[in-house]
DNA sequence: TGATCATGCAGAAACGTGCCTGCCAACGCG
DNA sequence: CGCGTTGGCAGGCACGTTTCTGCATGATCA
């Protein structure tokens, strides 16, 4: 009885708590917590009065205290890759900073805030964080993560179909498949007799479905592959492969480059031997920068689409979270876009007056 | 005495608590917690045993009964700003990529997970996560936000330094303006008689200072300003105001551009317009891409070596959070770091085969 | 007029930890 | 033997919410 008035013992004098603001109004705690969260059957008046104290008192409700009551965050993990030390890779850079984000965005607008967490992570990290649910970028084929977090019971939505059985809760992807052989056509149809492909060593499906797309469409047109892989997280290596590839006795006269650098990395090649864009070699690459719009010649790229992407991965993880059956299937596969551009013509248009910049993206 | 075998009513099957591990163990809550923890007096045998039983039961300390208890969380946000709807802009989309990743790098290594959230939010957002301090990136005059983040008692740290009296805790920053300085000198040491700016609309200080000090440098060689402004925030403006640049009456014959696409949007206006680079433009650009060294000519740039400030803010924030009295000052200033290439070298040593991708940054 | 019911609110039990307090046994020592 | 001391652990409160339950009060109705 006696405690009644007294100010909160172990209260630190920033924080107003729901007990502050109760007392202050002269109502009950649940009285503010209804009044605050709009449930409950209160009169207009309460709610207002409570409000404005709440606002006069700068009361914000405790997050954790919510979340433990609740069993809801309001937190997504993004897991991304890594390389050595550093997380997520080069060559990865402007897609995964489109996709995260587009992703940051559609968490955003629907209440939830994203926490970057690195896949190869220590167990403190995670145990740390109360996530809601994870999106995880191009899982590896038993990820240990994935598999904790569905014992767990958490959602778990990738980006890049899943390799072997890993229980995902969804996923979403490219046509990897039906994009390289769209590439690969194209290139043929500007005239290219011989096409070669600058690749990576490591196995995320990503690289594995491309490349062995590029090798059925080589057998079914009955070419002689010719290829180089490189470690795709080291930036320099890309150049030198890209040497390597234009130093083939065989050499190609056109190339798609998987990654993101490749286009700069093949034009500076091609300048070392003299070969000229688009006339002696024809270019594309997959990558989500603009400065393929203003190099010399332009480079036809191939977009993934990674604003989209990071879009639906996280519409899916919250509609899984929140129990919504979602009208969305539970495997999204996202189209490609080819923006063509000198790079790949044989006949430009024009060939040494660059046309003004074209309002590209979405 | 009835309850105390039954398996906790409100439990999910997928999810053990301290009390499960508890009875499992044959011992008391306190002791799982002292043995987790490495606290309280428990002779190995017992620590050993409950952590073997902990492991067993796949047991997860709760992240967010933590937080409650010990009023740290672990997290720490990342505020970026944002251009309408879509968080951070275009132009800082190198810098703010190695940035966060540095950060969050950092942050791992310390136990901490970032958290990613808009500057302009509605408050439910922010209120809903528990952070235990924040990172501000290019706060504006009278922030809101971290004005609201003072007022809690949270630590603060901005990259950039704050304008007017804004109470942040510590910030990081480069040295502008003697970066300006010594590319203007750069310039005119290369030969340049007018030197022109690309800079911005906006009123941050990034901006703001580089054109003082250009502004300043004018006014000292008795140069005309020759410069253009447009919003950061628009790709296609840059590539606009960079051809307004070189169209002008008084043309420079060299240009310093504040922003990272402006390098390919001069180096395509100058196209346009039929200057060599360098011979008749000597082009400087702020940028942290790795394309410059490959365009054509490849192009000079500035960094300001946003993995060290990523780091650099982190580590600062962390200090203050966990009471660390810090050794590093409170303000921290990064060096800047001229990478020169060919394009602002009147004399390059050689123009047709540019040398082999060297291995640069770190 | 007494029973029924909607309205407006308060009490109190969780949520799962961390940690302060305190009990019991064993031990050393004068 | 009595007493302080230390190791080894258990009880229980508190963190700040949400929410279930329930008690009044006035209005409505047979």
Redesign the interface.
């Known amino acids: 009885m006696s405690r009644a008035e007294t100010p909160r013992r172990g209260s630190?004098p920033?924080?107003a708590g729901i007990r502050d603001v109760a007392a202050a109004a002269g109502v009950s705690i649940t009285t503010v917590s209804d009044a605050l969260n709009g449930k409950g059957r209160l009169p207009d008046a309460t709610r207002r009065h409570v409000r404005e104290v709440a606002e006069r008192l700068?009361y914000?409700?405790?997050?954790?205290?919510?979340?433990?009551r609740t069993g809801k965050?309001?937190?997504i993990g993004l897991t991304v890759t890594t390389y050595g030390?550093?997380?997520?890779t080069f060559t990865e850079?402007?897609y995964?900073?489109e996709m995260?984000?587009a992703a940051?965005?559609a968490a955003?607008a629907r209440?939830?805030?994203?926490?970057?967490?690195?896949a190869t992570?220590r167990h403190?990290?995670w145990?740390?964080?109360?996530l809601d649910g994870t999106v995880v970028i191009d899982p590896s084929d038993q990820d240990p993560v994935v598999s904790e977090l569905v014992?767990?019971?958490l959602p778990v939505v990738s980006d890049g179909r899943p390799a072997g059985a890993l229980p995902v809760t969804a996923w979403v992807d490219n046509d990897h498949d039906a994009a390289v052989l769209g590439i690969l056509d194209h290139l043929a149809d500007a005239g290219a007799r011989r096409i070669g492909l600058l690749t990576g060593t490591s196995t995320d499906t990503y690289t594995h479905l491309s490349t062995t797309a590029y090798l059925r469409w080589c057998e079914r047109v009955g070419q002689d592959p010719v290829y180089e892989a490189y470690p795709a997280h080291d930036?320099?290596a890309g150049?030198v492969a890209a040497d390597r590839l234009l130093a083939r006795p065989d050499r190609p006269d056109a190339v798609y480059g998987l990654f993101d650098?490749n286009g700069?990395?093949l034009?500076?090649a091609a300048?070392?031997y003299g070969l000229r864009v688009p006339e002696d070699l024809l270019l594309v690459c997959c990558s989500e920068?603009?400065?393929y719009a203003?190099?010399?010649p332009p480079v036809t790229t191939l977009s993934l689409k990674p604003r989209r992407i990071g879009t639906a991965v996280v519409q899916l993880l919250i509609d899984a979270i929140e129990g919504v059956d979602s009208d969305h299937p539970v495997e999204q596969v996202i189209p490609t876009e080819l923006i063509v551009r000198t790079s790949s013509q044989r006949r430009p248009p024009r060939t040494t007056?660059?046309p003004?910049?074209s309002?590209e993206g979405a």
């Open positions: 630190r920033g924080r700068g914000r409700p405790s997050a954790a205290a919510r979340t433990l965050s309001g937190l030390d550093e997380p997520f850079f402007a995964f900073a995260a984000r940051t965005s955003l209440g939830y805030a994203l926490v970057i967490l690195p992570s403190d990290v145990s740390n964080v109360a014992r767990q019971g930036p320099c150049a650098p700069t990395d034009l500076a300048r070392r920068s603009t400065v203003n190099t010399e007056v660059s003004p910049r309002p």
